[in-house]
């Protein structure tokens, strides 16, 4: 038997397993006093009959809104579509609505006082995923110490607290991965067009590039400074050809300012990869479509966005005890420009 609309009722499931419609109303709100057997019993009538809980009712009970927000800044609105927030966002409102919970997108426009915190502490929602940019600085100054769960998909130019809970790619692992890539394919006089400090993956990928180097007995190659556009990497790459007109690899730290590099070289009459081998760094669109298509390194930034929210739902029914700073692993994607 089902109700009238069709679903499953609690009813249904406890009379599936064999239990009281008490027991099985205990089990599925995740208290732990049942007898582990009869839990057993009605977890698989529940999957069997593919209940749902009620969210609403749920919410009046426990005093809970099951809602979770999910804050990307308001400068990337026209970029939700593209993958450094359009694919968190992806990920994360994926997992929350597999969990039953109803994501709610906020957008930060960088005021101080934002009128995110008194809503974000005011019960409507139960914990945050944020997705952070180079402008959310103070967004993130203004989160600290708020009575709910976040978790941040990035990390900040500020220091980190202890408490802070973050999930960002290996940008340092990934950028050893790009430079090995350049010095196993035979090149020596490498250069590499880095962004600006003090933005973290900026530092980051700078010193993998400079370990690595060092791990093969290379001195640091010259570097330029971009600002992960194309036009600042075209302009480094004039600047770096006038400093080091040799250089026989590139490590850009984005893939916009790899394609932009590689059109001054172009302009130069140096092919790539015949005269200088590219490798960038976020395999966006840009990277496959770019002439010659572009080695570049991958941030799995859906995945991050899924593991941030997973962190959110484990972190409403108990505090979080995992890794507080997770890094999702990056890999080389090789195509043609090594």
């Known amino acids: 038997m089902t109700s009238a609309t069709g679903r ?17 109303s205990r089990v599925l709100a995740g208290q732990t006093t049942v007898d582990p057997e009869l839990a057993d019993r009605v977890q698989m009538a529940a999957r069997r009959l593919n209940y749902r809980t009620n969210t609403a009712a749920r919410a009046l009970r426990s005093g809970a809104s ?20 359009g694919a968190p966002l992806r990920g994360a409102t994926t997992t929350l609505l597999e969990q039953s919970l109803l994501p709610v997108l906020l957008l930060d426009d960088g005021q101080e006082p934002s009128p995110l915190v008194p809503y974000l502490t005011s019960g409507h929602v139960d ?46 692992g990934g950028a050893r991965l790009a430079t090995r890539a350049l010095l196993e394919a035979g090149r020596r006089r490498i250069a590499t067009i880095a962004g600006r400090d003090p933005y973290l993956p900026a530092l980051e990928r700078l010193r993998g590039f400079i370990d690595e180097l060092e791990a093969w007995g290379l001195p640091p190659g010259p570097v330029a400074r971009g600002d992960f556009t194309m036009a600042s990497g075209s302009a480094a790459m004039a ?77 409403l029914g108990a505090p979080i005890t995992e890794p507080r700073h997770v890094l999702a692993e990056t890999r080389l994607v090789v195509r043609e420009s090594v």
């Open 8 to 24: 499953p009722t609690l009813l249904d499931v406890a009379r599936a397993a064999g239990v009281s419609r008490a027991t099985a």
């Open 66 to 85: 099951s809602s979770v927000a999910v804050i990307a800044p308001n400068s990337e609105l026209e970029g939700l579509a593209g993958p450094f927030v």
């Open 127 to 172: 914990g945050a995923v944020v997705i952070l940019q180079r402008e959310s600085e103070t967004l993130f100054r203004q989160l600290r110490g708020l009575p709910i769960p976040i978790v941040y998909v990035g990390h900040p130019t500020t220091e980190l607290a202890e408490e802070d809970t973050l999930v960002d790619s290996d940008n340092y």
């Open 239 to 315: 600047q770096l050809l006038r400093r080091s007109p040799d250089v026989d690899g590139l490590f850009a730290q984005s893939d916009l300012m790899a394609v932009g590099a590689m059109r001054v070289l172009s302009a130069s009459g140096r092919q790539v990869p015949t005269d200088v081998s590219v490798v960038g760094f976020d395999d966006t669109v840009v990277a496959a479509t770019a002439d010659p298509p572009l080695t570049s390194v991958h941030q799995p930034l859906q995945e991050m966005g899924s593991i941030a929210a997973g962190l959110v739902v484990r972190s």
